[in-house]
C-alpha cells in the first residue's frame, strides 16, 4: 500500500511471489510461486519532497527492500532505462503494542515526473514483487495548490 500523510494512496499490484513454508505437524514443505507481466495502477498524485510509505502488511521486518523508479515504460509496459535507487528506512507500525507491518519511508525528490516503482521485498519464507506508480506535481502547479 503506498501511503502520503498516514492516507492510503494507491494499493500495489502483485508481480510475483515465492513462498515457501512448513505444514504444522509436518515434515514436508510447501512452496508456491507466481508470475506475472508488467502492470502499473494509475499514477497517484503526490507532491515532490513529501514523505511517502509503501507498507508490508507482516510483523516480521523484511529482510531486504529494494525500490527502484523509472520515469518510463515501454508499450509492453517494462521499465526504460536503468532505474534509480530510492532510499528508504524502515519504521515498524504498532497496534496495542505490538508490530503489525513495517513501512518503506521515503520521498519522491524531482517535481514534474513519473515514479514507475518496481518493489522487490524478501522474508524469510519468500519474497514478493510490486509496482507502484506515482507523478510528482509540476512546481508551478504544487505552489499554486497551496495558496
Same mark, same amino acid.
Given at each position: 500500500?503506498? $501511503?502520503? *500523510? #498516514?492516507?492510503?494512496?494507491? $494499493?500495489? +499490484?502483485?508481480?510475483?511471489?515465492?513462498?515457501?513454508?512448513? %505444514?504444522? &505437524?509436518?515434515?514436508?514443505?510447501? @512452496? %508456491?510461486?507466481?508470475? #506475472?507481466?508488467?502492470?502499473?495502477?494509475?499514477?497517484?498524485?503526490? *507532491?515532490? !519532497?513529501?514523505?511517502?510509505?509503501?507498507?508490508?502488511?507482516?510483523?516480521?521486518?523484511? /529482510?531486504?527492500?529494494?525500490?527502484?523508479?523509472? /520515469?518510463?515504460? #515501454? !508499450?509492453?509496459?517494462?521499465?526504460? &532505462?536503468? =532505474?534509480?535507487?530510492?532510499?528508504? +528506512?524502515?519504521?515498524?507500525?504498532?497496534?496495542?503494542? %505490538?508490530?503489525?507491518?513495517?513501512?518503506?519511508?521515503?520521498?519522491? $525528490?524531482?517535481? &514534474?515526473? *513519473?515514479?514507475?516503482?518496481?518493489?522487490?521485498? $524478501?522474508? /524469510? %519464507? =519468500?519474497?514478493?514483487?510490486?509496482?507502484? *506508480?506515482? /507523478? @510528482?506535481?509540476?512546481?508551478?502547479?504544487?505552489?499554486? !495548490?497551496? @495558496?
Amino acid at each position: 500500500m503506498l $501511503r502520503v *500523510h #498516514g492516507d492510503n494512496v494507491q $494499493r500495489g +499490484r502483485l508481480i510475483g511471489y515465492c513462498w515457501s513454508y512448513r %505444514e504444522p &505437524g509436518s515434515d514436508y514443505g510447501v @512452496t %508456491e510461486c507466481a508470475d #506475472g507481466t508488467y502492470s502499473w495502477p494509475d499514477a497517484a498524485k503526490l *507532491h515532490a !519532497r513529501t514523505r511517502a510509505s509503501i507498507r508490508f502488511f507482516k510483523a516480521q521486518a523484511p /529482510k531486504s527492500v529494494r525500490l527502484s523508479a523509472y /520515469k518510463d515504460v #515501454g !508499450r509492453d509496459n517494462r521499465p526504460k &532505462g536503468e =532505474g534509480e535507487r530510492l532510499a528508504y +528506512r524502515l519504521r515498524p507500525v504498532e497496534s496495542q503494542g %505490538e508490530v503489525v507491518a513495517w513501512d518503506a519511508v521515503f520521498r519522491l $525528490r524531482e517535481w &514534474g515526473r *513519473h515514479y514507475y516503482m518496481a518493489v522487490s521485498s $524478501r522474508w /524469510k %519464507e =519468500g519474497d514478493a514483487f510490486y509496482n507502484f *506508480h506515482a /507523478k @510528482t506535481f509540476d512546481r508551478l502547479v504544487a505552489l499554486l !495548490r497551496r @495558496t
